[in-house]
């Protein structure tokens, strides 16, 4: 019965493979904010490994990548600082931007 049988990934043991758009995305976001860090969110059941950027003002946008090797080098290639989530957590900037943002009337 194949109704049990996983589906085969297309990005190798990693997720699926680095998309060109969010690449350009996320550099593009870089490049138009300043005091962006970057951080490593795990791959989980739910969703692929992320690449979360942050900048200075809490301002943030998320987007899936390959592994957090291929996040890493990113970051090193645009002289980001990358943390892992895992052991950091989120950034206090970014939690009181979305507060923020819900208290801005529609």
Do not use: C
């Not at 060109?20 to 976001?29: C, V």
């Amino acid at each position: 019965m194949a109704w049990f049988r996983r589906r085969p990934r297309t990005g190798g043991p990693g997720g699926r493979r680095v998309d060109q758009a969010d690449l350009e995305h996320l550099t593009q976001f870089v490049r138009s904010r300043r005091g962006v860090e970057a951080f490593i969110e795990p791959r989980t059941t739910v969703t692929e490994t992320t690449v979360l950027l942050v900048a200075h003002d809490g301002e943030w946008t998320r987007r899936r990548i390959e592994s957090p090797e291929v996040a890493r080098r990113f970051a090193q290639q645009l002289s980001l600082p990358i943390y892992d989530v895992r052991l950091l957590g989120y950034p206090q900037r970014m939690r009181d931007y979305n507060a923020r943002q819900k208290r801005r009337p529609a």
